[in-house]
């Protein structure tokens, strides 16, 4: 795992400790996703011009909820997601609910797990001698975290979910630029 998987799976764990990932609408279907792509084609130079969801760097949760106040202040958009049949609180939950999957999904690519990624850089970490000692109880508790963490995010993506994000995922990663590094 590069250093962009890293970090995007501490946002994504951070979210899901913070926020948590706890929705009432039922699983993501593909028509969701679809509708999804679509609103957010639409919608992708309102974002490239608003900074609001820089705020929440590749958190799923707060890059989300970053554009939903950016749609709120966008006549506009609001068009836009009622021609696709969202209004903003739904938009902002199926879009967070896709980016959290589809970053489930980009980091189990290759079929390597990111929590044993994880624990195998943490035994590396433990065993470095050139990590100031001052640093690394730290540095580990941070590693243990993320496991956890990411653990829980993994667990709660629903296999329904991957389902649809994956069925869109191509266009998924030029929609979000992704780019393994």
């Given amino acids: 795992m590069g250093m962009r998987g890293v970090v995007l799976l501490l946002a994504g764990v951070a979210w899901v400790v913070l926020g948590g990932m706890v929705w009432a609408a039922g699983p993501l279907t593909v028509?969701?996703?679809?509708?999804?792509?679509?609103?957010?084609?639409?919608?992708?130079?309102?974002?490239?011009?608003?900074?609001?969801?820089?705020?929440?760097?590749e958190d799923p949760g707060a890059l989300a909820a970053g554009w939903g106040k950016a749609l709120a202040r966008d006549a506009h958009a609001k068009g836009v997601l009622s021609k696709y049949g969202f209004d903003i609180p739904q938009w902002t939950d199926v879009a967070s609910r896709v980016l959290a999957t589809y970053m489930v999904l980009k980091m189990s690519e290759g079929g390597g797990s990111p929590a044993a990624q994880l624990r195998r850089s943490l035994a590396e970490l433990e065993k470095d001698p050139s990590v100031p000692a001052g640093m690394k109880p730290e540095l580990?508790?941070?590693?243990?975290?993320?496991?956890?963490?990411?653990?829980?995010?993994?667990?709660?993506?629903s296999e329904a979910d991957k389902l649809a994000v994956r069925s869109r995922i191509s266009q998924l990663d030029t929609l979000l630029e992704w780019n393994d590094q």
């Fill in 31 to 57: 028509k969701d996703v679809e509708r999804f792509v679509q609103s957010y084609t639409e919608l992708k130079p309102l974002f490239d011009a608003d900074d609001t969801g820089e705020a929440g760097g």
């Fill in 140 to 157: 580990v508790a941070n590693y243990r975290q993320a496991i956890a963490q990411y653990e829980a995010m993994e667990k709660s993506v």
